[in-house]
């Protein structure tokens, strides 16, 4: 992987993504005397950064997609991405979602106009039946974090906040960013560590899947030793990737583990006082600014998904 | 009223209030074919544009409010934004709601620090008690539309957008502007007017309650004809106000009406596919899009409040 991989991503995504906003927030200043700014993900189409390395992995690979259409697998965030970018480039696409992926995804996800087929109880067990399946097709698999194209896919936002905040970024700026199978957290370091060598990296991950803090202590791939369903479900990935996470290993320089109470208050801020619609996965990076978790005083929370189901009350 | 009463208020609300972000919205050139940007009032604090009125009104008469403390009658969000200047200032607040205020409006403004008085079954009753006390007590009375402190203070939002827009707005803009007792649109119109003359200002209003509508076409101040309650709750004066109506008379292009089911979809819109929490008045302007009723192509929806209380689904 080379930067270069990053701009030509960014290069494919240029007719159909716009840059997403980059929003100070007076509120978190007010709240926790520390300078935060919100890249906000929440505002590609899909709600999430998922378009990105969706794009990019279709992009890369168009003719064989135009012939055989694609398949990919995915909790729910990354099946959305995949619809939107396949539907926009007249793509047949066929996503497998386990039977217990949130109904609100799952829903999302068909309206796009892709095949969803419900298979397994688990994300593992999705995905060993998305293989077998894509034999059977040979649909183009495009990998969720697992693959360099995803990877740069997902770089695309660093170089988005390089433009946005410029030399800032040499000065003692620390970037948040959730974790779970590792693409988004290789993506945003890579670029920032190559084109702002003095700027921190961390990994954000819920307490109840903390495979890639696991793995980042240990050095290499491991499984969450003890994982549990967490409300942030888009970081459900039971192993980092090898890919993104050889990356993580030389760029990263955290991961911090979160609470579920911690997730819920830092979604319910963001509804309640921030008046953004955030997931507890895009919510992660201001759930540990709450919980003091980060000394740092200049963050960049990447706002990475908005995908929760809300009911109007009174 | 003049521009200097306006760079006033805005110096005296610059130690107090950032300004708030102008969002393109990509998403809404894709569905509406028109160019719209979004003036993010949600993001100050207590989520709506009302602490710029609140705040100016209580600084220009500061040495009497230390002295007595302050008076206020409004539906939910000027009870906030008073509450919230208050507490910032140090000085004594007292908001009259009606009874039939919305529950999560009273519970925000009471947990500002506000002493909130429930009165009256409607909001012209709250307003004849607020009279009352305020005589009894010698509070200052704080207006949440019909007063040049209030105008002035929400015509920040225009000088804002001078800055954010620049010539662009000089350039086949219209902006949308929720329309009830006339403050913000007023200010809006008075402020933009003056800086970019070419520009149009259109108030939008729920067809529940037209009295701007009315007023506007009869060139003066009537009640709405055939007034109901309206999802719409912080758009409910019974008449606009002497002050804001004299000046909408003069540089508003149109007022025009949204249905029920208009500012619901504009509603949920915002939430589902936006990822921003608007309550209905805040959605009004994008509603009005939504139902083709502006032809123009270079849109401003002054966003101006966001609080709905949501609960989160599965």
């Known amino acids: 992987m080379d930067m270069d991989m990053v701009y ?23 709240q926790l005397k520390k300078h935060v700014w919100l890249k906000l993900e929440t505002q590609l189409p899909t709600g999430t950064f998922k378009p990105r390395p969706a794009f990019n992995s279709i992009l890369s690979h168009l003719d064989e997609a135009h012939i055989h259409g694609i398949i990919a697998c995915s909790s729910g965030n990354f099946a959305q991405g995949v619809a939107y970018a396949a539907h926009e480039l007249g793509i047949s696409a066929i996503i497998v979602m386990a039977k217990t992926a949130s109904p609100y995804k799952i829903e999302r996800t068909r309206s796009l106009g892709a095949e969803v087929i419900l298979h397994g109880d688990t994300y593992q067990e999705s995905v060993v039946y998305t293989m077998q399946l894509q034999k059977e097709t040979k649909r183009v698999l495009i990998e969720p974090y697992d693959s360099i194209e995803t990877v740069a896919g997902d770089a695309t936002i660093g170089v988005e906040l390089s433009k946005q905040l410029g030399e800032k970024l040499d000065n003692d700026v620390t970037i948040l960013v959730a974790a779970s199978g590792g ?16 700027c921190k990296i961390i990994g954000i991950q819920p307490k109840n899947n903390g495979s890639m803090a696991e793995s980042f202590n240990a050095r290499k791939c491991v499984r969450a030793s003890n994982p549990k369903p967490s409300i942030a479900d888009a970081l459900g990935a039971p192993i980092p990737g090898e890919i993104p996470f050889n990356i993580i290993r030389d760029y990263v320089d955290d991961v911090v583990l979160v609470t579920e109470e911690e997730l819920q208050f830092a979604t319910n801020f963001f509804l309640e006082q921030h008046k953004l619609v955030v997931e507890p996965s895009g919510a992660s990076p201001v759930a540990a600014l709450f919980a003091n978790k980060i000394a740092a005083k200049n963050v960049i929370c990447i706002t990475s998904g908005g995908n929760i189901p809300l009911q109007i009350g009174r």
Chains 1, 2 share one sequence.
């Open 183 to 198: 693409g988004l957290l290789a993506g945003v370091a890579f670029a920032l560590k190559n084109l702002h060598p003095s």
């Open 8 to 30: 030509a991503a960014q290069k494919r995504l240029q007719p159909y993504l716009f840059m997403t906003p980059l929003l100070y927030s007076p509120l978190l200043n007010r």
